[in-house]
């Protein structure tokens, strides 16, 4: 690894024709601005030929020393003189070095050259310009350098003090410090009384003096159900039973809707809520203008009318206020027959869709079993046949009855024909009743279960009514059923109906409720104090920050 020389001392000094060529010109211009200039040049010369060629003139070490600038001249001073010597880049920033070692604020490097030789102090002095490097562990030479003034070291005073001027001393730092106090104590109280005592001076101006004063009238009510139904309805009223204060989303509904718009412009519609807040009497804050929109009024409206709802206990509490108690008295009434009306709509629709399909129902299987009952007398007047089964049964008394004849005669018949010498004539008789009797009673079987052009059987007739009957009977069960239905509907629709029971009625007051004029004075305070405290914090915590 090789390592690179560091050079100590530079050669700053022109050689060669540019070196002449510069004092030539130099030398032109000084003959041309100054016919003794060469002359005296050439009698002050600093540059003396040593054993390496360079000698170093020392700088004069005290004012009696320092050379005479009329005497010498280094060149010339004018600016566009020095610009035309040609100087060299290195030869202006030693110029300017030079210039700043002796304590001078050059604009340029020409402005230095030109204070250094308006000074008596020639820039490319070889000592002067030397005087820059310093080799390491060496000292810049004090006998090159200009006299300048030494700042004296501040050394310990002489003074003794004594314990009259230490207490002397004490005091003024201690009024110092009280001065100090004063200041921010009244600094701070000024603040204090503009942004926080100004401010709540002029709330409680306002609410002692200006504001209007408003009579609050109060009311309570409450949304009930209707009980289920007691008796005979017990039983199917238990299916559909609940709770009679089970009416929270009633309440909450009416709540919101004596809180709405719509409620706002019915009042103002009936009594003239815009027309009681417009008159001359009230303060600007609380008055509506006569041409004011509704938006206005409703932000008014929610500032008046306070609606509260307690979900333990299901009581709707409500607050109206106004400028006159009748008037409070009168809103809060229109209010309250608002709400029943709407408590009176929330399940009616509901109701009615019950009882609609309940007697839809009803309606159509009673129609049904009407059908059939007229299908079963159809068919008793066409057949002749009131009862089948009643038919069927006499129809069998009848043969039952031939057929005991017909075994009679038959044995009668055996009895005549044992003997040895019948009597014929008898015989032919009862042979005649058996044929008879068997004829009666094979037509009697044919009406039973034979159907002719001019007849239908009985078995027939027997089944079409047998069918008819049971389809009336199906249709009385149906109706009946349907009968029942309307029945716990109609109680449904009973126990779903809702009213409105008022629980403190709305009295008119004698003593005005609002302004609360000390209350909202020592809040505004309160809430001043607040925000002047945030705001200094901020302050100070930015304050800080910056200065970190």
């Not at 009862?387 to 043969?399: F, N, P, R, V, Y």
């Not at 055996?414 to 094979?442: C, F, H, K, M, W």
């Not at 104090?529 to 200065?547: F, P």
Request: proline share 4%.
């Amino acid at each position: 690894m090789t390592t690179k020389p560091k050079a100590k001392k530079f050669r700053i000094r022109r050689s060669g024709e540019a070196s002449e060529a510069a004092a030539q010109a130099s030398d032109a211009a000084d003959s041309t601005t100054n016919p003794d200039a060469k002359a005296q040049d050439l009698g002050d010369a600093h540059l003396l030929e040593t054993e390496d060629g360079f000698g170093d003139a020392p700088y004069p070490t005290s004012a009696s020393q320092r050379v005479d600038e009329d005497a010498v001249n280094l060149g010339p001073t004018d600016i566009e003189s020095i610009k035309k010597e040609g100087l060299t880049g290195r030869q202006l920033r030693m110029a300017r070095r030079v210039a700043q070692k002796h304590g001078l604020a050059p604009t340029s490097d020409f402005d230095a050259v030109r204070q250094l030789r308006m000074k008596g102090i020639d820039p490319f002095q070889r000592a002067a310009m030397l005087e820059l490097v310093v080799p390491d562990g060496e000292k810049k030479p004090s006998g090159n350098k200009l006299p300048q003034t030494v700042e004296k070291p501040k050394l310990p005073s002489k003074e003794v003090l004594t314990t009259d001027v230490r207490a002397r001393e004490v005091y003024l730092i201690q009024q110092d410090i009280a001065r100090r106090r004063r200041r921010k104590m009244l600094l701070l109280a000024t603040r204090l009384a503009f942004f926080v005592l100004l401010p709540a001076f002029l709330v409680g101006f306002y609410f002692y003096r200006i504001a209007t004063p408003l009579y609050a009238t109060k009311s309570e009510f409450l949304i009930q159900q209707a009980s289920s139904g007691a008796g005979g309805s017990a039983a199917l009223g238990g299916l559909f039973s609940g709770t009679g204060f089970a009416t929270s989303q009633d309440s909450i509904t009416v709540q919101s809707y004596l809180q709405s718009r719509d409620a706002m412009l019915r009042l103002d519609d009936d009594i003239g809520f815009k027309s009681h807040f417009s008159q001359d009497f009230i303060d600007p804050l609380l008055r509506l203008e006569a041409d004011s929109t509704n938006e206005e009024a409703y932000k008014l409206y929610q500032r008046l009318v306070k609606i509260g709802y307690d979900p333990t206990e299901g009581i709707v509490k409500m607050e109206v206020a106004a400028a006159d108690p009748e008037v409070s008295e009168k809103y809060s009434l229109a209010l309250i027959d608002y709400a029943e009306e709407q408590v009176d709509n929330l399940t009616q629709r509901l109701r009615e869709d019950q009882m609609q399909g309940a007697r839809e129902s009803y309606v159509d299987a009673e129609n049904k079993m009407i059908g059939a009952q007229g299908r079963v007398l159809e068919l008793q007047e066409k057949l002749g046949v009131i009862d089948a089964a009643s038919e069927t049964s006499a129809q069998m008394g009848q043969i039952a009855r031939f057929e005991t004849q017909l075994q009679e005669k038959k044995l009668q018949l055996q009895q005549l024909l044992d003997n040895q010498t019948p009597n014929q004539a008898r015989v032919d008789g009862v042979q005649g009743d058996i044929s008879r009797l068997e004829t009666v009673v094979t037509e009697l079987r044919a009406k039973l279960t034979e159907s002719g052009s001019d007849s239908t059987s009985l078995a027939r007739i027997s089944g079409e009514l047998r069918m008819a009957e049971l389809d009336l009977q199906t249709r009385q069960a149906m109706m009946q059923q349907a009968l029942q239905q309307l029945e716990t509907a109609r109680i449904e629709a009973n126990r779903q109906v809702r009213y409105l029971s008022l629980g403190v009625s709305p009295v008119a007051p004698d003593e005005a409720t609002y302004p609360r004029a000390f209350e909202n004075t020592i809040v505004a305070f309160l809430i001043f104090c607040g925000i002047y405290l945030m705001v200094s914090l901020t302050a100070s915590i930015l304050r800080e920050q910056v200065t970190a």
